[in-house]
């Protein structure tokens, strides 16, 4: 039984398919045979379009593709030559820099958000996953609703209540979206300044804001997936040691489609004495964790709590003074040492001085400071609702651990839902929510975490430098961000002045919003876009 839908191309659509995609018929595929700035450019349309990615070739692409040169390519021809070449230095040899060279455009489709997760785990790759403020699940696929169906579950007693409760926790959702549109339309009526185009866009995504909480982690989504040899890898040694069956299911499908395109690159993950035993490693040490967290912590577990929690639980009181040294080291001949020796006999307003010509003008939030910001760390152990954890989670420099999904911790009702009087409809959504999964609990523990809701809460640590607490804090509190995220990253660049004291480091971050959420938040975004659009057509 396969859990996934299989797309239908015509004849004609299929013949242009082969010559860049490595299959017709998986969720996962490779880009063969395009431009690099085609493949990005797809990768950047494809997290706010219900489509999948070949048919978005298909429909917005191909057309501006000169294919005619392509008509004898076949996707699934590898070249000899090289692969001997890699054969020699990279396996024989083992000079894993070799796998460092060699880059692969991934699409995986029709992935859980719980698996989502374990895809977008590694640093050393570029993510872009589909969007819950764009996209409508109300939309099915193949005629059902998108949402993971392990057939585990499903062929246990417990199949028939799964795809019930699931079917209703959609239509619940399908059935708030005209509702909350129309709620916002007449929060906000339409400009006469605005386009209807870009009125509709911003009504949309508010909408679409206020009810994903009501989506359950076993939504599917689509992720766009760029990264080395070297990268694959560890990406499949990690999903193929995973307690989530899913996982280990799309770690074969994924090396299977990888091994047409990179096939010596990945020689190393099923054999028994490489991959094979790094893997179970890694499935041991994670059992032996767990089996000792269940000793030390026996059945404690936290409650539900009345507000999310953003807690610096770590920070260096000195921090700020080894940035400064670290911003003068450049423009010095002494050694680190006699440096900071110096700037801790400086007056606070001497070193902010230094900070202050070494953040100096920022015209915008794309002008960052440099490295000297990288010598201090935070970190924050957060309980905010998944669906704020999920974009969180996507900023790669740093490093972020979560705890099980469950219900224990309660869930975040948007004010908006409480504004349009909807609050029975979701309130029913997150009870059957967390029935379902306390009833999937025993049997299927890895599985359970299909059934929880977006809004509820999970708990989870996050770690950063404060250079990369500028880039993240600055883009994720911007207006037209999603409130849940926004009010963390709030808390956050709060906590960085007041409870660490870094002030001088909370002032550089100059473009974090602690204004409130606008009604339309995306508004703005879609003037902007509206404007752009306008230009490039001469309107």
């Known amino acids: 039984m396969t859990v996934y839908t299989a797309e239908e191309f015509t004849a004609e659509e299929a013949d242009v398919l082969r010559r860049y995609f490595t299959n017709l018929d998986q969720p996962v595929f490779a880009l063969v045979n395009l431009p690099e700035v085609v493949k990005g450019a797809l990768f950047a349309r494809y997290s706010r379009t219900a489509l999948s990615l070949r048919r978005l070739f298909l429909k917005e692409f191909v057309g501006e593709l000169d294919i005619e040169g392509d008509q004898s390519i076949d996707a699934t021809i590898g070249l000899r030559r090289a692969e001997e070449l890699y054969d020699k230095v990279f396996f024989e040899y083992g000079d894993d820099s070799v796998a460092q060279l060699g880059g692969v455009h991934l699409a995986c489709e029709q992935a859980s958000n719980v698996l989502t997760k374990v895809l977008e785990w590694g640093r050393l790759m570029s993510y872009l996953e589909q969007s819950t403020r764009y996209i409508a699940y109300d939309q099915r696929l193949g005629g059902r609703y998108r949402y993971y169906r392990d057939p585990e579950l499903l062929s246990s007693e417990f199949g028939t209540r799964y795809i019930a409760d699931m079917d209703r926790m959609f239509d619940a959702y399908s059935a708030l979206i005209p509702q909350l549109q129309e709620f916002f339309r007449g929060a906000q009526p339409k400009d006469p300044n ?38 694959y890898e560890a990406l499949l040694l990690r999903m193929r040691a995973h307690p989530l069956p899913e996982a280990r299911a799309y770690a074969d499908i994924i090396l299977t489609e990888l091994r047409k395109v990179v096939p010596s690159f990945l020689k190393r993950v099923d054999l028994p004495e490489r991959g094979v035993r790094t893997s179970a490693y890694m499935d041991d040490t994670r059992a032996s964790v767990e089996a000792l967290s269940e000793q030390v912590f026996g059945d404690e577990a936290g409650g539900p709590v009345a507000d999310d929690v953003v807690d610096l639980v770590d920070f260096d009181p000195d921090g700020e003074i080894k940035m400064v040294t670290a911003m003068l080291y450049p423009h010095s001949s002494l050694s680190e040492r006699t440096i900071e020796a110096r700037v801790r006999n400086m007056t606070v307003e001497e070193r902010i001085e230094v900070i202050k010509a070494y953040v100096g003008s920022r015209a915008n939030r794309r002008q960052r400071p440099g490295r000297a910001f990288e010598r201090t760390d935070y970190r924050f152990d957060v309980l905010s609702d998944y669906g704020a954890f999920r974009d969180l989670q996507r900023h790669r420099m740093l490093t972020i651990d979560w705890q099980p999904l469950s219900p224990r911790h309660g869930f975040v009702r948007p004010p908006a839902v409480d504004a349009a009087g909807l609050v029975g409809e979701f309130d029913a959504v997150m009870e059957r929510s967390a029935a379902l999964h306390d009833l999937l609990h025993d049997d299927f523990p890895d599985q359970a975490s299909y059934a929880i809701s977006l809004a509820y809460r999970v708990r989870y640590s996050m770690q950063f430098n404060a250079r990369e607490a500028i880039h993240m804090l600055e883009l994720r509190t911007s207006p037209q961000g999603h409130e849940a995220y926004r009010r963390v990253c709030q808390r956050m660049h709060a906590a960085i002045a007041e409870v660490a004291g870094h002030r001088a480091v909370a002032e550089a971050m100059t473009f974090v919003d602690h204004s409130a959420e606008p009604t339309l938040g995306r508004l703005d975004a879609e003037r902007r876009a509206e404007e752009k659009r306008q230009g490039q057509t001469g309107a």
């Open 194 to 231: 605005d386009s209807d185009f870009a009125y509709r866009s911003a009504i949309k995504a508010r909408a679409l804001d206020a009810i994903r909480g009501m989506l359950p982690a076993a939504s599917l989504s689509n992720v766009g997936i760029y990264g080395t040899g070297q990268a």
